[in-house]
Nanobody, 128 residues
């Protein structure tokens, strides 16, 4: 049984930082792309960042480029999202997701359809 669990969310002031973590079990972690999505109230879920199997290739939404950094540790089955210079508009539920396969094209689709397993989410709230 595959389990995906996020942690690290919380309340932070604008300009602050948070580091999200995601552990995945029950799958061969290093064999799939991994991504972070977010969903704000009243909005659709959007892809924030995505990373290839070995971390060579990454994708970032324009809204977070230069502020967020995605990384992974395949030995620990763990995905990370370092979020710096946070803004109130970053407030959302953040979800970790495991891709349907190894191809980085799944990241580039920028679609939930490219991901098979999802966590329950971790809330990030940025106050102004």
């Amino acid at each position: 049984q595959v389990q995906v669990v996020e942690s690290g969310g919380g309340l932070v002031q604008a300009g602050g930082s948070l580091r999200l973590s995601c552990t995945a079990s029950g799958l061969t972690f290093g064999s799939v792309v991994m991504g972070w999505f977010r969903q704000a109230p009243g909005k659709e879920r959007e892809e924030v960042s995505c990373i290839s199997r070995f971390g060579v290739n990454t994708y970032y939404a324009d809204s977070v480029k230069g502020r967020f950094t995605i990384s992974r540790d395949n030995a620990k089955n763990t995905l990370y999202l370092q979020m710096d210079s946070l803004k109130p508009e970053d407030t959302a539920m953040y979800y970790c997701a495991a891709g349907r396969g190894p191809s980085f094209s799944l990241c580039q689709l920028r679609s939930e359809g490219g991901f098979r397993y999802w966590g329950q989410g971790t809330q990030v709230t940025v106050s102004s």
